[in-house]
């Protein structure tokens, strides 16, 4: 019904949520009926007199109470006949921005493939309820290498343990290589995970200055002569959130002053399988220095907790290998036998792919509907890292989309030190799909057309 034209004038309820109500209404009154396209949002918008953010909000709390769907390029339709009382009774979920997560896989073939590995495991179901070796058995360690072996990474199979995820793993790299108020180095923006560690360990992250290429050599050798710092950590392929990747001059350069003042690299490389494009992981470059720590959550599935570290040396992987016991016992089997038989049997390669598509094609639809220049992104990468416009900051912005469903994640929570930049990062992948994603993005592009006082008065 593209003349459907509702009456706000019956509503003292904020006009956003007077919409939401009159599809509710006329759905319930027969009005309206599934299958029926809404007007488009800026042509309601000039027949109602209103802002387009206003209703943008209004179709997306009528999606949200079950009554509209969209399709990216087509528009809204109804979907449901739902009494209005009944859908306006609860609060809508959040359409959750927040977590950096892989797309879910929906193709029912990849599914059932998934289902295989599942069952096949299964059949060894009591050994995989015992205790197990620690750093993982043999296969999982010949599992762990093939993997591994896609990063050009060939280390002995003594250097190579198989962990319960990487941030397990980065607890105790860090417990073994630290001691309470010493230093460890990272990116001036950072992974929160760090932040968090450091914090229980007692530890002093100290953030250092980045250009478009990552940490600069200068500031982590003048670092380093100001320190003496204990390690640097670094997530230098599709870096969250700025989603930047250090190129391998840079790599290089990095690794010669940690080479020149004996410092330890933390290579997080929960991202490096993602890019089709092969760049050095520093474990390559530095295998003397480097602890490289490969997840799996972030290449295969988020709920995947398993995660491979290669340790610069034996000798080096002795006290690692003692706290992580401690504070861990051993990695699940059950998990990691399913990482393992993917990896054997090609699923995991197969789900591989169709994250990087998927990926792509988020990254895509951003580019589409954001502002061109707007925003930082790799084609590849999960999330977009988002600098704000002036008047904007960071606290009003993540109110206002969560007033309107949405999660983003503020700067605050990547800040190593100092003041946090007025930023935002937004996460395409997780279980959202991509219409959800379409809706919320063009909800977002155009709130940020506004000036806060007019986006909020739109409530």
């Not at 599809?23 to 009926?33: F, I, N, S």
């Not at 602890?291 to 599935?301: D, P, S, T, Y």
């Not at 084609?379 to 890292?385: E, G, K, V, Y």
């Not at 959202?432 to 919320?440: E, G």
Request: aromatic share 6%.
């Amino acid at each position: 019904m593209p003349d459907w034209t509702p009456n706000l004038s019956l509503s003292d309820k904020p006009r956003y949520l007077a919409i939401a109500d009159a599809v509710a209404d006329d759905v319930a009154a027969g009005r309206l009926h599934p299958g029926d396209r809404l007007p488009p949002q800026r042509s309601l918008a000039r027949r109602l007199g209103v802002d387009f953010t206003t209703v943008a909000r209004g179709y997306v709390e009528a999606q949200k109470r079950g009554l509209v769907g969209s399709r990216v390029g087509s528009g809204t339709f109804v979907t449901a006949a739902r009494p209005a009382r009944a859908a306006a009774s609860s609060r809508p979920e959040l359409v959750d921005l927040s977590m950096n997560l892989p797309p879910e896989p929906e193709d029912p073939a990849l599914i059932e493939t998934m289902r295989e590995g599942l069952a096949e495991i299964s059949r060894d179901l009591v050994s995989l309820l015992r205790y197990q070796g620690f750093g993982g058995s043999q296969a999982d360690k010949d599992a762990a290498s093939a993997w591994l072996g896609r990063r050009a990474l060939v280390p002995s199979q003594d250097r190579v343990f198989v962990t319960p995820g990487a941030h397990p793993a980065l607890v105790g790299i860090f417990s073994t290589l630290a001691e309470r108020g010493d230093i460890v180095l990272c990116e001036a923006v950072t992974y929160p995970g760090v932040r968090a560690i450091a914090a229980q360990l007692g530890l002093r992250l100290v953030g250092l200055p980045m250009d478009a290429y990552g940490v600069t050599p200068d500031a982590f050798r003048q670092a380093c002569e100001r320190f003496s710092p204990k390690a640097i950590y670094l997530n230098p392929t599709l870096q969250n959130p700025t989603t930047l990747t250090i190129p391998e001059d840079r790599r290089a350069a990095l690794a010669e002053v940690a080479r020149g003042f004996s410092v330890p690299i933390v290579e997080d490389d929960a991202y490096g399988f993602i890019p089709t494009r092969k760049i050095s992981p520093f474990a390559a470059i530095a295998p003397d220095l480097t602890w490289h720590v490969a997840g799996l959550a972030k290449c295969i599935g988020a709920g995947l907790r398993a995660a491979y570290v290669v340790a610069p040396s034996a000798r080096a992987a002795w006290p690692f290998a003692a706290a992580l016991r401690a504070g861990a016992v051993m990695a699940s089997p059950l998990t990691v036998a399913l990482a393992t038989r993917w990896i054997e049997d090609g699923t995991a390669d197969i789900m591989l792919r169709f994250i990087r598509s998927e990926a792509a094609a988020r990254q895509k639809l951003a580019a589409e509907i954001l502002p061109e220049g707007t925003f930082r992104a790799d084609p590849l990468s999960f999330n977009i890292w988002l600098p704000l416009p002036a008047p904007w900051g960071r606290a009003a912005f993540v109110a206002h989309m969560r007033g309107a469903g949405l999660g983003v994640v503020a700067s605050d929570a990547f800040a190593a030190d100092g003041a946090p930049q007025e930023a935002v990062r937004v996460c395409l992948g997780g279980p959202t799909t991509r219409d959800q994603l379409a809706r919320a993005l063009d909800y977002m592009a155009h709130a940020l057309e506004e000036t806060p006082e007019l986006a909020l008065a739109v409530l």
